[in-house]
């Protein structure tokens, strides 16, 4: 796993061990990305269920303003920190040491960009995609990565004016990015 491109591009990081973490695929990585190209230079980015912070690292390497990363495990917390210096990148970036509900309950930051992958099959992103859609900036993007093979539908409409924008398959991954249609990119 490494980051793709930017201020830290082929710098290599590192995840938790174990199956409570699945890192994103480079390919949906990249597809990811390339969806919110025009979007990620000084956007303010909050990733949830951070894991190694692969999403939120790439996305300050592409250059975004700053990220939050939330993640509730200690082991989680402290490779996003290895994986963020390792990039250069820890100035630009928080590590809340929380769940996300709790996080997001407390939180009175805007973002424009949310990356929500989660352990999949676990309905979590129902759970706070509502929260998440109170907390954007006019013309944000939220992007949820489910699993292809895991029953596991996303709601149509997030709150706040947030529906689904589009679906993408990338792998073992589907990613669907919420929007308010008023706002389309």
Do not use: W
């Not at 996080?103 to 424009?112: H, S």
């Amino acid at each position: 796993m490494r980051v793709i491109t930017g201020s830290a591009r082929g710098t290599r990081l590192q995840a938790p061990e174990g199956l409570a973490t699945r890192p994103t695929s480079d390919m949906a990585k990249e597809g990811i990305f390339s969806v919110l190209h025009f979007e990620v230079p000084e956007a303010m980015v909050l990733d949830l269920f951070a894991g190694s912070g692969q999403l939120g690292i790439e996305a300050l390497s592409r250059g975004a303003r700053a990220a939050v990363l939330v993640d509730s495990s200690r082991e989680a917390q402290e490779i996003i920190r290895k994986n963020l210096a390792a990039a250069k990148l820890a100035s630009k970036a928080r590590v809340a040491a929380m769940e996300a509900s709790s996080y997001l309950a407390g939180c009175r930051e805007r973002f424009d960009i949310v990356f929500l992958d989660p352990p999949y099959g676990q309905k979590l992103i129902e759970k706070v995609l509502p929260m998440v859609a109170e907390k954007m900036n006019p013309g944000g993007v939220i992007v949820c990565e489910t699993g292809r093979e895991v029953d596991e539908e996303l709601p149509q409409e997030a709150g706040n004016g947030f529906v689904i924008h589009r679906t993408y398959r990338y792998g073992r991954a589907r990613v669907t990015t919420y929007r308010r249609p008023q706002e389309e990119f």
